[in-house]
Each structure stands twice: as structure tokens, then as C-alpha cells.
């Protein structure tokens, strides 16, 4: 909007000179165009200092005197190569003009005024320019402005009052703007702002905090604050009216301006000094708002839930800047005391109470801190509040081992993740070492040593492995410190031994024992053998699922440090498995021997890898065999099916030897392939180990024919009915036509007679085989399978045999500790015991880490065997 006060500008006009001035009336009048320099140098009649006496503001015009600079005639120059000036002039009624164009010499002749062309002379390029002063230039009388900004103020005066008591005003926005604006060009804009200040620090000091002082002291903290936020609303839209009205003078001068603030500013302040600084009020706002959160928070239950009244009163608080400076220290104090009151009752509870509601606590508060725009800062004093006095102070609670305990043993993981959120907001979460460790060694150890579950030990601790590896990842986000607690007391557990009499009176840890009859019934039961839980994998991919136990299998075996005793039990077990034809599949019995040997190492797997290449060879041989039965008579053909494995005994389990009387019609079988063997390898003996054998027979039952498939002892027994008087036999002569003891004899008949087939029977029945009893043949059984396995005893692997294999595993680790013994102190000749300690103990830690005492007892070994003697009471020399 143009101001009626300034000078039009038009195309084609020069700018005039000359200062406006006020009529009487007070309104403005018409700037008079000032004269040209041109102009006043035209009227060469006039004298130059003859002044009108009586002239009007609107006529009187100025007179120029032009001194040259020099004693030359003065040359009119041309109205467009002519200066304009606007705007007024100076003030001592002279100007000093420094013409652009160059001076001309005294020879030039006159040039035509008021536009007319001129001849120009020569230029003359070392005469410089010339100086006009304009003598007695003398400004009009000085305007009265004061009734005028009287008139004005009392319009503009009035309109506040209007807009403080939301009235509209008589007069339009308009005509108050400009008004407003004809005051600040007239040089008044100081004592205009000063007013509206005043007027609007009357009015919030005054009505307004009036107002709200009588409003607070008849309610409540948060009636005080809806209040003040309501007043600060009104106030607000006000002001936005008043910079509409004075809009001009808050860009053109408060903008700019050092002593005063702008008008948005201003009303922020005053409201800010005259109503949240009162003294009436200041504590009720604060209280109030604190109120609020409290409310949020569920500790005052008197007050409302009035969020939008928070977000209010917190955007009020940012908006008067006393966010920081007031509302944040109260907030953070009354936190303070809310937090110890909260955190001093709930640790009375269990801790799996308090962690879950100090999780949520943290949460909400955090929450509350985003929602109702709290500032960063205040953000991070309430999460350094909170994890000083929820965690810091009560480290000891939350640390409780008992308790944390507790919380693994229920596999509570969303607890155990809270509870671990919470100390790592201190840097506690190593803490938790010492818990978990005490875990993972009791849950463990109750598997191991637990007696009446050892068949699915290795079951129960892959579950639990998965089980912490569960809590380590997701509760415990992976944390490299509870990693390797995790590792270390898995490991120890795992190689814990205690003195048994399934362990034949050693010590041997009885997980390595355990994962190699695993592995068994895996490899000869396939996917079949795995519990419901485990076996959940689709069969058209059964081998990748078997590939996935083994693995998980091996990660139990790598925790065994010993590993001699899975070494002795899983050659037995492979033997059974290859000699009896009982491998699910080959596939998987070479992947899992490929897997043993990148664990273990080639020299583990040697004597593995050699009974698969004698059974290759056995099979070499039996197809020669064959071709040479074929080749003979029908007459000397032998009346059965031979199948016979050669081992070589050093790479193959040692089998004891089991007196038995072989039936004449399998003993003449058997010596033709001896025959056969001796003829094509001389040098050579074989020794026939029967316990081992299996047999399949065709039994005539009245009910319908049965093929039989039994062990080599059960078919001996079974074969004596053919020519038993009377279809039954008395068990003293069973024992004297096979000559088995009573052990073996009464597992075989118990199998036969007792079991679910039972092809003979017993008198008297009962379970247990006496050595009183009679047998006979069943002629009444009867079955729907054709085919009748009949449980082989003498695979399934006796206390006995396992006491053997213990104490032989036992020797061999004793044999191996006195070779390292005796190694090391033909190289150290004189050694400390603590040293000599320690050595055995590294050059035998891939066969499993050795106990001291274990170590002690064989070099008291050593010593009564002369390799050395004891020198001092902690040292050793070698005796060559």
C-alpha cells in the first residue's frame, strides 16, 4: 500500500526537490516540483540574490547561485545532460554539487539555454572538474506534526481498547494501518511503539492477571493452568490482530530496532513478566502441569486425564521460554521423588515383578517424553534419573542369583531380556556372568548324572543347549562375555565325571559314552529313531534333516574333552553296524565319518576308515567264494547260504572269545571257507568270533511256515528241537549240546521263550530262565508276519560289556599319561613337579584335559617302575 504522503514518479519526469509539507488542517499537502539547475540558470535577468519578501509554502520557490571554479563565464548545459536530484535538502540551506561532466575553457563560447544544441569546443584533458555550490538554499518553515499523530494515536488508541475487550473496531483495519504508517514516516515511530507498549503492558498487568489471580485462588493447581493456557490463547490471537494493525512499524522500525522487541516478542514478554511470573500464579502452573503427568503416569487419581491440557501447557511453556529455565528442573525433581518412592516399594516384590514393571515404566516414560514434544534435554536427564535410581540403586535386586536362576530354570526369555535391558543401561550386563554360569553347570550336570534318563541324555541336552542358545540370542542379544560363560560352563559340565558302576568304577565322563549310542541309534534307525519333536522334517529331504542332527550332535561332542571314550564306544557301535548289515544308509555314515575327521583329524578316523575298506575286502572275497561253490557238484555244495567277514584284529574292536558248540551242519560249512581261505592266503589264521553271527531260518509251524532271522546262539539252541525226543528239552541238556554258560544260555532262551515271539516254551512259565526249567517246541504259534526278527541279546550292549569298555578306555588314558611322562622327562632330565605338571597336561589336551591327581598317580607309576626318581619333594630326575 502506497502512503499518500510520498512523491509520485512517473515516467518521463524528472524528480523533484523539495520537503512536504502540513496544511493547517493537519493533512498533508501537495509536494511543489522543485526547479532544475537548468531552469534557475535560464532566468539570466534576475539577480542572484534577490529573495521574495512574502511567499506561501506552495509558490516559493528556491534560488541558485552557480560560482564556477574558475574566472569563466558559466555555459548552460543541456536539460538531459543535467543532474536530477531528489529527496530534501540539507538542512544549513546549501549544497555543494560535484558535476560528472568536465570543465570547458574560457575560449568556448555560450552555449543555447533551455534545451537548445550547443558547440562543444575541444576537450582539454588536463583541466579537472568543476565545483557548484548552491548558495542561501533555504528549507520552508518547520511543520507542526503534533496534531496529526494526536488524531491518529486517539483512533488507534481506541481500537486497542476495542481489540482487548474483543470488540471490533469502529474504524477499518485499513485506515488504521495507514495511520499507523503516516506516524512512523513522520519520524514518530520511537513514541508510537512506546505507547502500544504501554497500553499492552496495561492491559496484561492489569484485567488480565487480575483476572486469573482471582480465578486461581478458587481452584485447583490445574484449574490454574486451563486458565492461564486460555488467557494465553486469547492473548495470542490479540496480538495477531495488533502486528496486523502496526504491522508497518514492526517491520519497518521494531524489526530493526535495539530498544524495543517486536510486537510478537513484546506480548510474549509481558505475558511471560505480568502473569506466569506472578507470584500468585508461577507455583499453580508448574503444579499443574506436573499434576497432569502425574495423572499419565497413574500416581494422582483425584485429576482427569486431560492430555490435550498437557500438550498445551507444554507448548505454552516453549512458547514463554521458561521451559528450560522452570517447568524442566520441577519436572525432573518431582520425578526424582516419584521414581525412589516407585522403585522402594516395587523391589519388595519378586524380581520378575519388578523388572517387568520397570521395563514399563522406562517405556511409558519415554514414550510420554515423544508425545507430549518434552525436550531432548529433558529426555536425557529422566533416562539418567531412571537408571540411576531403578538400576544402579538396585543392582543387588536385580542381580539376586537365586532369583535370576529361577528365571532360566522357567525360561522366562521376555523376563530375562527386560532384566538384561535394564543392566546394560549401566554397563551391568557382565553381571550377569555368574548366574548364568551357575545355571548352565546345575541343569547340566542333572542331566549328565541323571540315571533313570541316561538313554536320552544326549536328547535332553540338545534341548537344552538350544535352550540357551535361545536365551543367549534373544535375551541376551548376543553378548560376547555371556557367550563365553556359556561355552566355559557348557564345557565343564559336559566333562564331569564321578565314579560309577556303569563307568566300571572310573571316572570317565559319561557324555562322550552317551553321543556315540546317539549317533548308533541314528545311523541304524535313521530318522525313525528320533523323537516326534525332532524327526519334523520332510521325506523328501531326509538326508539333509539327518546331516542337520549330526551337526547338532557334533556340537555336543566338541564340548567333550575326553574323547577316547566316544572313540572306543563308537568303533564298537560302527562294527555292529557294518557287521550285522544295520546301517540305514551308507550316505550317512560317510558324511558323518567326514565330519569326524574335519573335527578330529585324520589319525581320529584311521581305524574307522579301515573297517570300511575290510568290509569292502570281505565282500571281494565272498564273491570268490561263491564262484568257487558254483563251480563245484551239486553233491559238494554246501545245503546253506554262507556269508563270512575277514577283519583284520588291529583296526577292529577286540571281541572276547565265547566257547560254543557249533552244529555239525554249520561247522562243516565253516570249514570249507577256511579251506578256501587258507588255500588263497597262506600264513594266516582265523578266528571265528560266533557272538557276532546272525542266522536266518525256515521254522514249520502247523499254523503256517515262519522265516526266523535270529542270532548265531539262538539258532544253535533252535537247531536242537529238530532231534529232540518228544519236540522238548531240559535246560542241562541245552547247555551241554551248545556248551554256552549260563549267562549267555539264559539271555538266549529268555529271548525265545519269554520274549514277544515265542517259539518254544517254558516249564513252569515265568519271566526268568532257571536252570531247572523245561523247554519244548510251540506248535502253537502263530504270527501275521512271515518274516519274525527276533530280538538278537547278544547285540544289545550288557553292563559288562560297558564296565569293559571303561576300564579299557581308563588303561589306555593311564598308558598314554606315563608316555607323555616319560617323553618329557627324557628331554628335561630334571624338571619341578608344577612344571612337569603342566607339560602333561598340554601334551595331552587333545586326548582331553588331565586332573592332577590322575597325573600324580602315574608318576608315582613311573617312579616304582625306576623310569624316575623324586630328587627333592618338588622335583624329578630321569633314569636312563
Not at 486 to 498: A, E, I, Q, T, V
Not at 637 to 645: A, I
Not at 681 to 699: E, F, M, N, P, V
Not at 723 to 740: C, F, K
Amino acid at each position: 500500500m502506497q502512503s499518500s504522503g510520498q512523491p509520485e514518479q512517473r515516467s518521463g519526469k524528472r524528480k523533484s526537490i523539495g520537503k512536504r509539507k502540513l496544511s493547517d488542517q493537519g493533512e498533508p499537502s501537495q509536494p511543489q516540483p522543485q526547479r532544475t539547475i537548468s531552469e534557475v540558470l535560464s532566468k539570466n535577468k534576475r539577480s542572484h540574490d534577490s529573495l521574495p519578501s512574502k511567499s506561501s509554502p506552495n509558490s516559493k520557490r528556491s534560488r541558485f547561485s552557480v560560482s564556477p571554479s574558475r574566472s569563466s563565464p558559466v555555459h548552460a548545459v543541456s536539460p538531459n545532460k543535467m543532474y536530477n536530484f531528489s529527496g530534501s535538502p540539507p538542512k544549513n540551506g546549501a549544497a555543494f554539487i560535484r558535476a560528472g561532466t568536465t570543465s570547458h575553457t574560457t575560449s568556448e563560447k555560450s552555449s543555447a539555454v533551455n534545451g537548445m544544441n550547443t558547440r562543444q569546443s575541444n576537450f582539454s584533458p588536463g583541466v579537472g572538474p568543476k565545483k557548484l555550490v548552491v548558495k542561501n538554499l533555504r528549507a520552508g518553515p518547520r511543520v507542526n506534526h503534533e496534531p496529526y499523530f494526536n488524531k491518529i494515536w486517539a483512533q488507534l488508541d481506541e481500537a486497542l481498547m476495542d481489540i482487548f475487550e474483543d470488540r471490533k473496531p469502529n474504524i477499518s483495519l485499513e485506515e488504521l494501518y495507514k495511520g499507523a504508517e503516516n506516524i512512523c514516516r513522520h519520524d514518530r515511530a520511537t513514541l508510537l511503539a512506546k505507547k502500544v507498549q504501554e497500553r499492552c503492558k496495561a492491559f496484561v498487568a492489569g484485567k488480565l492477571r487480575d483476572n486469573l489471580v482471582i480465578r486461581a485462588g478458587g481452584g485447583t493447581d490445574v484449574d490454574t493452568l486451563r486458565a492461564v493456557i486460555e488467557a494465553w490463547s486469547s492473548w495470542y490471537s490479540r496480538l495477531i490482530t495488533i502486528r496486523g494493525v502496526f504491522y508497518y512499524l514492526d517491520q519497518s522500525f521494531l524489526l530493526h530496532s535495539k530498544d524495543f522487541p517486536v510486537i510478537h516478542e513484546m506480548g510474549l514478554i509481558q505475558f511471560r513478566s505480568y502473569v506466569f511470573a506472578d507470584k500468585s500464579l508461577k507455583p499453580k502452573i508448574l503444579q499443574g502441569a506436573y499434576d497432569l503427568i502425574s495423572v499419565e503416569r497413574g500416581a494422582e487419581t483425584r485429576i482427569r486425564p486431560d492430555q490435550s491440557l498437557l500438550r498445551s501447557a507444554i507448548e505454552l511453556f516453549h512458547n514463554l521460554d521458561v521451559y528450560n529455565s522452570d517447568f524442566e528442573p520441577l519436572f525432573v525433581s518431582n520425578t526424582k521423588k516419584f521414581v525412589t518412592a516407585w522403585a522402594s516399594e516395587e523391589s519388595e516384590k519378586t524380581l520378575a515383578s519388578y523388572i517387568k514393571n520397570s521395563h514399563d515404566l522406562i517405556e511409558s516414560e519415554v514414550e510420554r517424553c515423544g508425545f507430549f514434544s518434552l525436550n531432548r534435554s529433558t529426555k536425557q536427564k529422566l533416562s539418567d534419573l531412571l537408571d540411576q535410581y531403578l538400576v544402579a540403586e538396585y543392582a543387588d535386586v536385580l542381580l539376586r542369583e537365586k532369583e535370576v536362576v529361577d528365571l532360566m530354570v522357567s525360561g522366562n526369555k521376555s523376563a530375562l531380556k527386560q532384566l538384561y535391558g535394564l543392566l546394560t543401561r549401566r554397563g551391568l550386563g557382565i553381571k550377569l556372568k555368574p548366574a548364568f554360569g551357575k545355571f548352565i553347570v546345575e541343569e547340566g550336570s542333572n542331566i549328565v548324572f541323571d540315571g533313570d534318563q541316561e538313554a536320552v541324555m544326549v536328547i535332553r541336552l540338545l534341548r537344552f543347549k538350544q535352550q540357551l542358545d535361545e536365551i543367549w540370542t534373544d535375551s541376551f542379544n548376543g553378548d560376547v562375555d555371556l557367550g563365553n560363560t556359556l561355552r566355559d560352563s557348557f564345557g565343564h559340565f559336559m566333562n564331569l565325571g564321578k565314579k560309577s558302576e556303569s563307568s566300571g568304577g572310573t571316572d570317565n565322563p559319561k557324555t562322550g559314552e552317551m553321543i556315540a549310542k546317539y549317533v548308533d541309534r541314528l545311523l541304524k534307525g535313521g530318522l525313525k529313531a528320533l523323537p516326534p519333536s525332532q524327526a519334523d522334517a520332510p521325506l523328501d529331504d531326509s538326508f539333509s534333516e539327518m546331516r542337520r542332527q549330526l551337526d547338532q550332535v557334533l556340537d555336543l561332542f566338541r564340548f567333550v574333552q575326553g574323547k577316547a571314550v566316544f572313540e572306543a564306544f563308537y568303533k564298537n557301535d560302527l562294527a555292529r553296524r557294518l557287521l550285522m548289515n544295520r546301517s540305514a544308509s551308507d550316505e550317512a555314515e560317510k558324511e558323518m565319518l567326514v565330519l569326524l575327521k574335519k573335527e578330529c583329524g585324520s589319525g581320529f578316523t584311521h581305524n574307522l576308515e579301515s573297517m570300511f575298506k575290510d568290509m569292502d575286502v570281505a565282500r571281494d572275497e565272498m564273491t570268490a567264494y561263491n564262484s568257487m561253490q558254483k563251480q563245484l557238484d551239486r553233491s559238494k555244495r554246501l545245503p546253506m547260504d554262507l556269508n563270512v567277514s575277514v577283519l583284520s584284529a588291529a583296526s577292529w574292536p577286540s571281541y572276547p572269545d565265547v566257547p560254543v558248540q557249533v552244529p555239525p551242519s554249520i561247522l562243516s560249512a565253516l570249514r570249507s571257507f577256511e579251506t578256501f581261505y587258507h588255500n588263497k592266503h597262506t600264513g594266516r589264521k582265523l578266528t571265528w568270533k560266533h557272538q557276532l553271527a546272525h542266522c536266518q531260518l525256515r521254522a514249520r509251524f502247523p499254523k503256517g511256515d515262519k522265516e526266523l532271522v535270529v542270532s548265531s546262539f539262538q539258532a544253535f539252541v533252535l537247531l536242537l528241537f529238530n532231534d529232540a525226543e518228544g519236540g522238548s528239552l531240559r535246560y542241562q541238556e541245552i547247555q551241554e549240546s551248545t556248551g554256552l554258560s549260563d549267562p549267555e544260555l539264559k539271555r538266549t532262551l529268555q529271548s525265545l521263550a519269554c520274549a514277544k515271539y515265542r517259539v518254544l516254551t517254558k516249564k513252569p512259565k515265568g519271566k526268568e530262565v532257571e536252570s531247572t526249567d523245561e523247554f519244548s517246541y510251540n506248535a502253537a504259534f502263530t504270527d501275521a508276519k512271515m518274516r519274525i526278527k527276533i530280538n538278537q541279546v547278544q547285540l544289545k550292549e550288557t553292563k559288562e560289556e560297558n564296565k569293559t569298555t571303561h576300564e579299557r578306555v581308563a588303561a589306555d588314558r593311564h598308558f598314554e599319561t606315563q608316555a607323555a611322562i616319560v617323553r618329557i622327562m627324557k628331554g628335561r632330565k630334571t624338571i619341578k613337579h608344577s612344571e612337569l605338571i603342566a607339560e602333561v597336561i598340554e601334551a595331552t589336551l587333545s586326548r582331553g584335559q588331565l586332573q592332577p591327581p590322575d597325573i600324580k598317580i602315574n608318576i608315582d607309576k613311573l617312579i616304582e617302575r625306576d623310569y624316575m626318581e623324586r630328587v627333592e619333594p618338588n622335583s624329578y630326575n630321569y633314569v636312563a
